[in-house]
C-alpha cells in the first residue's frame, strides 16, 4: 500500500494525512475483497525497515493501527473474516501488539476471508526465522536434514495454514517487491498501477481483478486460465 506520502505532499497536506487517507481505502477493499469471495487478502502496512521513519510519523502510524483495528474489528467479526498479523512480534509495543492479538484472539473460529496484515514484516527476516526454528530441531534430533522440504519451510513461514498469493497489487509506480512474501510469491501475477494507495478505490480493484481474470496462470508446465 505505497505512495501515502507522495499523495499528501502533492496536495501540499503533511504526511500523515496520506495515511489517514489510506485507512479509508483499507476500509472499503477489506469489505469489498471479503464480498468479492476473495479467500485471504494481505495488507503490506508496516516494514521492518519502517522503524526508520521520523519518531513522530511512526507514533503517529502505530495510533492509527491501533484506533483503524479497534474501529474494525467489530465489523469484520460480524462478517465472519480472520483477523491475523503477520509479522515479528517481539520487540512490537505492547499496545499495538494487544491490539493486534485481541483482533486474532477474536475472530480465530470464523470461516470467512483472512485478513492478513503485514506489520513489522520483512520476507528475508521471515524466512530467516523459518531457518532457525528448523535448525534448532535438527540439532534436537527431532528432525533430519533430508525431511527438510517445500511443506516444512512454509510451515515454519508467518503465512503458515495460508494459501500462497495468486495476485500481487503494487501501488504507486513502484516496480518493485519490495521484501514482501518472497517465498510466496513464486507463482503469483503482478500487478502494477500508478496510483497512489489513497487513490486505489474500489474501481481499481475491480480493474486488477479483471485484469488478473485474463491472466494464463503458469505453475511450471502447468497453464491455467483463470
Known amino acids: 500500500m505505497d505512495g501515502n506520502g507522495r499523495w499528501a505532499q502533492s496536495r501540499n497536506l503533511p504526511r500523515t494525512s496520506g495515511h489517514l487517507e489510506g485507512v479509508k481505502r483499507v476500509d472499503e ?3 469489498v475483497a471479503n ?3 476473495i479467500e485471504a487478502l494481505t495488507l503490506y502496512a508496516f516494514s521492518t525497515e519502517n522503524w526508520s521513519r521520523p519518531d513522530q ?5 502505530m495510533r492509527t493501527f491501533i484506533e483503524a483495528v479497534k474501529f474494525k474489528l467489530k465489523d469484520i467479526h460480524q462478517q465472519g473474516v480472520r483477523f491475523r498479523m503477520l509479522g515479528r512480534k517481539k520487540n512490537v509495543t505492547k499496545p499495538v501488539l494487544s491490539a493486534f492479538e485481541h483482533g486474532e484472539k477474536l475472530t480465530e473460529n ?12 520483512g520476507s528475508r527476516l521471515e524466512i530467516l526465522d523459518a531457518i532457525q526454528s528448523i535448525a534448532a ?3 534436537a534430533g527431532t ?5 527438510i522440504d517445500e511443506k516444512l519451510v512454509s510451515d515454519r513461514l508467518y503465512t503458515a495454514g495460508l494459501p500462497d498469493p495468486d495476485l500481487l497489487i503494487r501501488t504507486s509506480g513502484e516496480l518493485r517487491i519490495s521484501n514482501f512474501l518472497l517465498w510466496q510469491l513464486s507463482y503469483a501475477e503482478f500487478y502494477f498501477t500508478d496510483k497512489c494507495w489513497p ?5 481499481e480493484f475491480d480493474k486488477a481483478l479483471l485484469d488478473y ?3 494464463e496462470r503458469r505453475f511450471g508446465d502447468v497453464k491455467e486460465k483463470r
Do not use: H, W
Open 29 to 31: 477493499l477489506v469489505d
Open 57 to 61: 510519523e511512526v507514533s503517529m502510524l
Open 35 to 37: 464480498k468479492r469471495g
Open 137 to 139: 530441531d535438527v540439532k
Open 213 to 215: 481474470a485474463q491472466r
Open 143 to 147: 528432525c533430519e536434514p533430508e525431511d
Open 110 to 121: 470464523n470461516t470467512g476471508m483472512f485478513l492478513n496484515i503485514a506489520f513489522n514484516y
Open 199 to 203: 487513490e486505489f478505490t474500489i474501481e
